[in-house]
């Protein structure tokens, strides 16, 4: 039963502390955060949407760089992920198990929180951008269905990274060069700088670069691999029954044998110019430019020890990406006129061990073992080795015209037309290294699929996808507000949109000793056509706010999101178990309604802030991959599973207690419940249950206090986060239980002109969270924060 008393009285309480707590407050008043929430800029506390936001300043004191270190702060906010470039975002709890890496761009669904650096999209299936967070003006979390404005993806919310822009009022430069060691692991360095420099009167340019190394804490330990049919019951039965004396070969990672072995860096920059062509015009172009690289693996094997792993093949990834945008705003009257474009260009190299996959593949033995023969009279299974080496290609581009009318008036639009066209292309080629000596023919793709690499691939890859994926989006969009009353105002919002994606190329499958088209070409078979899918919908908004008193506003917000549906790669063709339905060719959108209600306060003189929101989330024909190479089909598959609902209540809390120290807090509760089945292939966890990867409580509590030390400021800090136990996947096979657990991290800071310098030290306790269970590579393993870290971090800016 949700708590409605405790989310009754929080409210009332919210209402009430204005007046009845103001005589206490005798101290300096809170920063207030300016937001682009609603596509114009509006103080935070204005804004009648839920939307949680960091600063700058925010970001340096948490010691926040990549998304990781982010979400600790956002307790609404939950990832599934195996490292850096490995992740998927989940927010108010709409969350399901994340599809393994290895097939996001051949057969991920897209994700359901949008994420923007500035005003582009940059989400994608099963790997998000992780850009790091430098020269940031703030992060931007707007929890619940964002559609209207911000379209397909935003569909539990959208998490935006507001860069820092160039600035025409003066010359500013610095930079921040941190160390630090990490128990029982390795060293970790960063150094990150940034100049404003204005050219002319009117020409300002900005640059941002840095160079974050993160050293290992997780070992790859000396392990021995046999291949086991008693392990692997999902054998086919075409392959099952090897002889007793089969003989079996060993193979073991001895020359992959490291400790520490999973580094990571981030290295890049941006470069801006920004132009004001007139009062009323200006233009801004930027650029940027990120490498991230990662070794070895960031879960660990529970069944070895803590941090510990066995790996048989190279564990390696490299995720480059360019993004140039640009933005053309200005007035006509009282018009604002913006037109912004983006063009990003992302490029993924990874190598990842797969000789797990033995423990449960349906035809291993096929691509492992020899066969008898008139020569031979027994089998023999050779190195059982394999795994995954990977190329994906993303290109994205983007534009928006839009137009406001003036924030004053008491009837005010802002709407525009958006175009996306978006190209994933992937190659997955799977090494199985006992290939060759079995007689496997070197690998090409359907002489007439549409490649985009026609060459046969190198001997010893038995199986790859070579596909192509484009999504081509056209919407129109707009919200119009009109004031009722001087504190009532009613907003309508809409967005029509139209999405044609297409799904071209093969899948390919070794032979023995025959050369040729072996596999599926998707504009041929199985269901597949060279006719592209096609979606149109339109998504609505309706929010009523209400000004209580200069410090306290209340609203209300219905909404609806989507994600778009796609194609399967495994649909259209006859289960495997004529006792499973086929699986479709194409899945659906899922669709989110949203009802909340929410209020924002600044209370005891704006010593205090509370803002919170509660609300009920209906989650419809919900997207749930699964691979069943036994019963269904020998590809992974999409299928719209199930209904759900979720009850919750989230706020955040910041109170300046005293002229020195300022208390921060925020917290979620999710009630969560599956409540339909629709899934006839996909075997789910029963009605009833709770969405994975969704704590029902979660929460954090920072204290900071700064004080003066003669010619110095000086400060503290100590942060603490707790999440409750959760569960890994919806999926009944893959649902395991993950245990709470609380995190505590402390800094202590000096300060002099335009220098600082910082102690910290994170994960004080050195805990080892379970954030995600997974075995998407067929061990089961368990991603974890980073051991205790002790770092000293040193920053000079010049103004």
């Not at 804490?217 to 075409?238: K, Q, W």
């Not at 066209?421 to 549409?450: C, H, M, R």
């Not at 004080?707 to 999926?731: P, R």
């Not at 994170?762 to 089961?780: G, S, V």
Request: hydrophobic content about 35%; proline content about 4%.
């Amino acid at each position: 039963m949700f708590q409605r008393k405790a989310i009754t009285c929080a409210v009332l309480s919210a209402l009430g502390l204005s007046t009845s707590l103001s005589v206490y407050a005798d101290t300096k008043e809170l920063e207030v955060i300016e937001v682009t929430a609603t596509k114009r800029t509006q103080n935070i506390q204005s804004t009648p949407v839920a939307v949680q936001a960091m600063s700058d300043e925010d970001l340096k004191d948490n010691n926040i760089g990549n998304f990781d270190d982010f979400v600790r702060y956002m307790p609404n906010v939950t990832v599934g992920g195996r490292g850096p470039g490995q992740a998927d975002v989940f927010i108010r709890g709409m969350a399901i198990q994340p599809i393994t890496v290895m097939l996001s761009g051949a057969q991920g669904t897209s994700p359901n929180v949008a994420l923007y650096i500035d005003e582009q999209p940059v989400t994608a299936p099963g790997r998000n951008l992780d850009v790091y967070a430098t020269d940031l003006e703030r992060i931007e979390v707007l929890p619940g269905p964002q559609g209207t404005l911000f379209g397909a993806s935003s569909q539990a919310g959208t998490v935006r990274y507001i860069t820092k822009k160039p600035d025409l009022s003066g010359f500013e430069a610095g930079f921040t060069s941190g160390l630090s060691s990490t128990k029982s692991g390795e060293m970790s360095n960063n150094v990150e700088a940034y100049i404003n420099l204005p050219l002319t009167n009117d020409i300002a340019f900005r640059a941002a670069m840095y160079s974050v190394h993160k050293g290992g804490y997780i070992d790859n330990v000396y392990g021995e691999f046999t291949l086991d049919p008693s392990i692997n019951h999902n054998v086919a039965d075409s392959v099952k029954g090897l002889p007793s004396d089969t003989v079996y070969h060993t193979a073991n990672n001895t020359d992959l044998v490291e400790k520490d072995f999973n580094d990571s860096f981030y290295t890049g920059g941006r470069f801006g110019l920004k132009y004001e062509i007139n009062e009323s015009w200006e233009l801004l172009v930027q650029h940027t430019q990120q490498e991230l690289g990662a070794d070895g693996v960031f879960d660990y094997d529970p069944e070895l020890g803590e941090l510990e792993v066995q790996r048989y093949f190279p564990d390696k990834l490299r995720d480059e990406f360019g993004q140039t945008s640009w933005t053309v705003k200005g007035f006509i009257d009282e018009l604002e006129i913006v037109y912004t474009g983006a063009f990003l260009d992302r490029e993924v190299e990874q190598s990842i061990d797969y000789t797990g996959y033995n423990n449960s593949g349906g035809y291993i033995p096929w691509y492992t073992c020899s066969y008898a023969s008139e020569q031979v009279s027994y089998r023999e299974c050779l190195d059982p080795t394999k795994g995954f080496k990977g190329q994906q290609e993303q290109q994205r581009s983007t534009h928006e015209f839009r137009v406001a009318t003036d924030a004053n008036e008491k009837l005010r639009f802002i709407g525009g037309v958006f175009y996306d066209d978006f190209d994933i292309k992937t190659q997955d080629d799977y090494v199985y290294v006992a290939t060759p000596e079995l007689g496997f023919a070197p690998n090409a793709p359907i002489s007439t699929a549409n490649s985009i690499n026609p060459n046969a691939r190198p001997s010893g890859v038995a199986f790859f996808n070579d596909i192509t994926r484009t999504e081509e989006q056209i919407a129109l969009f707009g919200e119009l507000s009109y004031d009722l009353t001087d504190s009532l105002t009613l907003t309508g919002g809409l967005r029509w949109y139209e999405i044609e994606s297409d799904f071209t190329g093969s899948s390919n499958f070794a032979q023995t000793g025959v050369d040729g088209d072996s596999g599926r070409d998707y504009d041929a078979s199985g269901g597949h056509s060279k006719e592209p899918l096609k979606t149109d919908d339109v998504i609505t908004k309706i929010n009523l706010s209400y000004q209580a008193n200069d410090d306290v506003l209340l609203y209300a917000t219905y909404s609806e999101g989507f994600r778009p549906g796609g194609f399967n790669r495994g649909g259209g063709i006859p289960s495997a178990n004529p006792e499973f339905p086929d699986v479709e060719v194409t899945y659906d959108t899922d669709d989110v309604t949203n009802y909340e209600f929410g209020w924002k306060a600044m209370l005891m003189d704006n010593s205090l802030r509370f803002n919170g929101n509660v609300y009920f989330i209906e989650w419809d024909s919900m997207q749930v991959s699964r691979f069943d190479p036994v019963n269904v089909s020998i590809l992974t598959f999409i299928e719209n599973a199930a209904d759900s609902e979720i009850k919750g209540f989230e706020g955040d809390i910041t109170w300046q207690a005293t002229d020195n120290l300022t208390l921060y807090g925020a917290f979620s509760y999710n009630e969560t419940e599956l409540t339909a089945l629709k899934a006839e292939v996909i075997e789910m966890a029963p009605i009833g249950s709770t969405l994975p990867l969704t704590p029902e409580f979660q929460g954090n509590l920072r204290a900071r206090y700064d004080w003066e030390v003669g010619e110095y400021y000086a400060n503290w800090q100590l942060a603490a986060q707790y999440a409750g136990s959760s569960y890994s996947s919806i999926v009944a096979s893959e649902r395991q239980k993950q245990d709470s657990y609380s995190l505590l991290n402390a800094s202590i800071g000096i300060e002099k002109d335009s220098w600082s310098a910082k102690f910290y030290i994170d994960n004080l306790t050195d805990k080892r969270a379970e954030l995600f269970i997974n075995n998407q590579d067929d061990i089961p393993r368990v991603t974890t924060n980073r051991p205790r870290t002790i770092g000293l971090s040193f920053s000079y800016s010049y103004y």
